[in-house]
Each structure stands twice: as C-alpha cells, then as structure tokens.
C-alpha cells in the first residue's frame, strides 16, 4: 500500500536512448483534487548511493497537471554518467519530485540491447558493442520454501552464475522475481523472462488474453 500526497508523482520510465549517458525520463504524474495545479518540477540523476554527486539536475518551473494523470518527459544528458554492463554495472537513480511535496526515485543503468543484422549473421549488442550471450535455466525451485529465494539464496545464484562465466540466466517460462532482478542489475548479470505458456499448443481466446496481460505487466514492471 503506498500512501501518497493528492497531487504525486506515480510512475517513472527510464526510457533509454541508443546513445551513451542519454536517456528520456517518462513522468506520469497523478492528481487526484479534482482541479488543475501548479508545481515546480525538480529532476535528479545521481549514481546511486551518492545522492550529493548529481550527473544531471533540472527544474521545470510551474509545471501545470490537470486531474487524472499527466505525462512528460524529460531528455537527461550526462556526459560523466558511465554505462552499465556485465563487468561494470554502474547504476543510477533517477530521483522526480514536486516543490515541497512527492518524491520518486527510480534505479537504473545507462544501457541499450539490440539485435542487428551484421553481414547476414544476426549479432546482439549491448551498448554498441557486440555482446556474446552464455546463459542456463535458472529452474526456480529454492531450497526452505520451493518459490521464492531468500537474499542470501539469491545473491548466490547469480555469484554462482558469474563464477561458471555466464553474463545470462534464464527464467524459466515465467515472470522473474524483482529481488533477483535487482541483484542482478549489481552484480552484474542479465536476465532472459518471458510471460509463461497457455498458448504454445493452440489455446482459445482467453488463453491469449491472459497471456498478452502477462506481457504487458511485465514490460510495464520490469522496464527500467
């Protein structure tokens, strides 16, 4: 449960650009008093853990949101920011808040994947660069309850993963769990997910629903 101020900032997409240190912040802010405000708009990029050495900062000056939710965004440019990758995981925080008021913060990496053709042979790349992916199921079962790790179980999957000389883990058929994610935004490992079967061999009309919803939390969840 989250309690909030009536006017607030509800959601941040870090939506990352193919450009080092360049991302576009999504704001969705939510004002529930029935009529339109007013606010400042402050806007911080910080590596995180060091809230007093910002890569980029900004004010939006009398910011007007009408009721209901109210979306802008905000390019960030941080030549001093450094990317995110296996061997080097730098991470962020994009820290939104409004003039005396609500705060969002919101972790992340300067990164990009892509998958391109390259002479007829399709390559992945990673920040620009091609990027080699070893990776193993990761099966999900866990030892004390069966579903759900504890820190120190997750913690040593991935360091476990990483000693192997994977940079990849695969869930499997399913929807990961944020602690592992997070970990693994760390310590530096990538992650595969996928929303989970129901229509692989045919399936009817609820079926595929069920499924795009799953993919659409997903995404929605995990984008950052």
């Not at 007829?120 to 199921?137: D, K, Y």
């Amino acid at each position: 449960l989250l309690l909030v101020d009536p006017v607030s900032v509800e959601d941040v997409f870090v939506r990352n650009r193919p450009t080092l240190a360049t991302v576009d912040l999504v704001v969705t802010l939510r004002n529930t008093t029935g009529r339109s405000t007013r606010h400042d708009v402050r806007v911080q990029v910080f590596p995180a853990g060091h809230p007093r050495e910002p890569v980029f900062e900004q004010v939006l000056p009398d910011v007007e949101i009408p009721p209901g939710a109210h979306e802008l965004t905000v390019p960030v440019n941080a030549p001093r920011a450094r990317p995110w990758s296996p061997t080097e995981p730098n991470l962020y925080v994009s820290r939104v808040a409004l003039a005396g008021g609500d705060a969002l913060d919101t972790r992340f990496g300067f990164r990009w994947f892509t998958v391109e053709d390259s002479g007829g042979q399709t390559v992945f790349r990673l920040n620009g660069r091609r990027i080699v992916l070893r990776s193993s199921i990761s099966w999900g079962f866990w030892p004390g309850n069966g579903i759900y790790p504890t820190p120190a179980l997750a913690e040593r999957e991935i360091r476990i993963a990483r000693a192997y000389g994977l940079n990849m883990l695969n869930f499997h058929r399913g929807i990961g769990l944020p602690r592992l994610l997070d970990l693994a935004d760390e310590l530096g490992l990538l992650y595969y997910e996928e929303p989970g079967g129901y229509t692989a061999h045919g399936g009817d009309d609820f079926c595929f629903a069920w499924a795009r919803e799953k993919l659409l939390r997903m995404i929605i969840r995990d984008r950052n």
